[in-house]
């Protein structure tokens, strides 16, 4: 539909990547009939419901045999619940007083389980809002076989041409029917990453992003785009330029094992002998095992959000400590970086209303929450803090803009260690504490702020979004959002010129580190650490590899004179595709 | 999820009639949807009530399912 490359970005469901024609899968809300009964006509509707019922009933369990045989019982057990919801009794009782009501069997059906929906929907943090998507996949099933349609997704399993498939949402039955090698890929406008799509396309190994939004209104049948799992983003329309990186990209990850095995050991570590530490980002703690298996040195950056939304009430203190306790000793000697919690603009907890916020990236979130509920602020650091002895465990507080938030946190620190020493607990007393850079506010007195702490960590995501005063959501300022410009490029290079100058290490933890061309002007700029998805860290560990840290390091003093985004990119990839061509690849 | 089928099995198991209540909801334990719509996250506070012949193991099954941890994530 689009003529210029839009990139559209969500989360990233599933790792991989594909390459290829969209089938766009609406699911045009069902039409609900409604009809009065004759007093005459009442049984008759029961007995369609009781049999529509049924048929839905079959198929769950035709699913769920199936499932149990291809990935096992554990996700078979998700279509047992499935079949439980739908044998309802109380449910099923309220629909049949409808009927006796006089309403036909499609409209009391529908109107009993989408209250459910809504109810679940309206309490709703992203884990108890996918709760509300399994009674809503059970609920247009069984429309769909009373409307004697086929459940809409039905024929997932007999596509026979290779097709990204996108819609508005996907259930895990439809996930279940996808075959391997057909679908190449999938995103949905809805959907999280602890839905049971999610959870199932990561166990098929089919590269999935989620949480698009909008994603089925972009796209149409036939239309090009590339799925990038590891990354979360959707490419509409790629220039040839974009399609030839993740061509290349694509390849290696087929031959994923194999680039495994040559680098995982091996350190990120430029010809001439210039050492960037590679690590990984995480915000569920069993992706652990992801990070070790793709060679990271370690977590840059442990969002905690996920330990405090999908649930009611607080984490406790023992619950965080023995979660970041494993973390930390499964890394160990590798240091974990924990990022206390960020909550607040897109997340909200649901132990808190969450405040209506004309504009919640500009409001209530990261420090200044746990400023204000220093009592929250604390039971983490606590938790943190009990995890040291058990690897190299360090704190970074997100969302940093001014001089008194680091002396406050720090103070709560101390606090916090005062009690565990008077409580007898161990911990590591040096433990190291670091901030994220993602306000221009910051950067601009890093110098007043570095003598706090032992590291900074450039957020690049909220730092493009904050020194652009630009949205990536709103694709009418979209455009605007350029890692490369260069009013970015000065505040990342001031970050890192006050660190050195300062004596401590500076990483970047958004999507540039996950980016070849910003990965290179990074190394140049100097940054310590770079941290990306997992499943990023092999290709960028190759291309550190295969550069000179001199060339790049030229290449970024060059690039900071500039004056454009695109004068910036230009210039890069002039000197790439001139001296290291085999970085384009 | 699979938590909430664990808990209406288990209800579904004894004769009494078994209640889940959180706030001023109350549900039905023996119903999934029930207990789905309670919307209960982890380390809510939930009150278990049970009437009937084998109300005390009722109330002592569901209790104990509760207190093991749900193993969330298939």
């Given amino acids: 539909m689009s003529e210029r490359e839009v990139v559209l970005s969500g989360i990233a469901a599933s790792p991989g990547i594909a390459l290829g024609r969209v089938m766009v899968v609406t699911r045009h809300d069902i039409d609900i009939p409604l009809r009065h009964l004759d007093a005459g006509e009442i049984e008759a509707e029961k007995k369609r419901l009781v049999e529509a019922m049924g048929r839905a009933r079959d198929q769950l369990m035709e699913t769920r045999d199936k499932v149990a045989t291809d990935m096992g019982e554990s996700y078979a057990r998700i279509f047992d619940a499935h079949v439980m919801i739908l044998e309802d009794k109380g449910s099923l009782a309220q629909v049949m007083e409808k009927i006796d009501g006089g309403y036909n069997a499609e409209f009391a059906f529908n109107a009993v389980f989408s209250k459910h929906e809504r109810v679940l ?12 998507g399994d ?16 459940p809409a997704r039905g024929d997932l399993s007999r596509i026979e041409e290779e097709v990204i498939v996108i819609a508005h949402d996907l259930s895990p039955a439809d996930t279940a029917q996808m075959r391997r090698g057909k679908i190449m890929g999938f995103a949905t406008d809805i959907g999280g990453r602890t839905s049971h799509t999610a959870i199932m396309a990561r166990s098929l190994e089919i590269p999935a992003v989620v949480g698009l939004n909008d994603a089925t209104t972009r796209v149409a049948d036939g239309d090009f785009v590339i799925l990038d799992g590891n990354r979360g983003r959707l490419i509409v329309a790629p220039s040839e330029e974009t399609k030839k990186k993740y061509a290349e990209e694509h390849e290696r990850y ?15 570590t430029t010809i001439d002998g210039h050492t960037v530490t590679l690590s990984a980002n995480i915000e569920l703690h069993d992706e652990v095992d992801s990070v070790l298996e793709h060679g990271a040195q370690g977590i840059g950056l442990y969002r905690t959000e996920f330990i405090y939304i999908g649930r009611e009430g607080l984490p406790t203190e023992e619950e965080q400590f023995l979660i970041y306790k494993d973390v930390a000793s499964r890394l160990a000697p590798d240091p974990v970086i924990i990022r206390t919690m960020d909550l607040g603009g897109d997340k909200f907890m649901s132990a808190f209303e969450s405040p209506k ?4 990236y500009l409001g209530w979130r990261g420090i200044r929450f746990c400023l204000a509920r220093k009592d929250i602020f604390k039971t983490q650091l606590r938790a943190i803090l009990r995890a040291t002895p058990f690897g190299d465990v360090k704190v970074m507080y997100p969302m940093i803009s001014d001089l008194d938030e680091v002396l406050q946190a720090n103070e709560v620190l101390e606090e916090a ?24 506010a910051a950067v601009m007195i890093a110098r007043e702020l570095a003598p706090h702490v032992s590291f900074f960590s450039i957020g690049s995501n909220d730092l493009i979004q904050y020194a652009l005063a630009a949205d990536r959501g709103n694709e009418k300022v979209a455009y605007l959002y350029q890692p490369l410009h260069p009013g970015v490029l000065r505040l990342i290079d001031k970050t890192i010129r006050v660190g050195k100058e300062s004596g401590i290490w500076v990483g970047l933890c958004g ?37 000179y840290f001199s060339e790049a390091e030229k290449v970024a003093r060059h690039v900071l004179t500039l004056r454009t985004a695109s004068e910036v990119e230009q210039a890069v990839l002039e000197k790439m595709e001139k001296d290291l061509p085999e970085l384009l690849l | 999820m699979s938590a909430a089928a664990d808990v209406a099995r288990t209800a579904a198991t004894f004769e009494s009639d078994v209640w889940l209540s959180k706030d001023d909801a109350e549900v039905d334990a023996k119903s999934i949807m029930g207990i789905l719509t309670l919307a209960a996250g982890m380390g809510s506070e939930v009150v278990v009530k049970a009437d009937g012949p084998d109300e005390e193991e009722a109330v002592r099954a569901v209790v104990a399912l509760f207190n093991a941890k749900f193993n969330e994530e298939a």
């Fill in chain 1, 511 to 547: 999507e540039m580190s996950s980016d070849v061309v910003c990965a290179f002007v990074l190394v140049g700029l100097g940054i310590d650490e770079l941290s990306t998805s997992p499943y990023v860290v092999p290709e960028i560990k190759e291309k550190v590899r295969s550069i």
């Fill in chain 1, 357 to 360: 916020e004309i504009n919640p």
């Fill in chain 1, 254 to 268: 087929r031959t994923f094992a194999l680039g495994l095995l040559r680098y995982k050991d091996l350190p990120a």
């Fill in chain 1, 417 to 440: 260690k005062r009690e565990l020493k008077r409580e007898g607990h161990e911990f590591d007393d040096g433990c190291k504490v670091g901030i994220m850079m993602e306000t221009p």
């Fill in chain 1, 121 to 132: 929907w309206e309490k709703g943090d992203t884990y108890i809002k996918d709760r509300a």
């Fill in chain 1, 135 to 150: 009674i809503r996949d059970v609920r247009r099933r069984v429309l769909s076989n009373l409307l004697g349609t086929r």
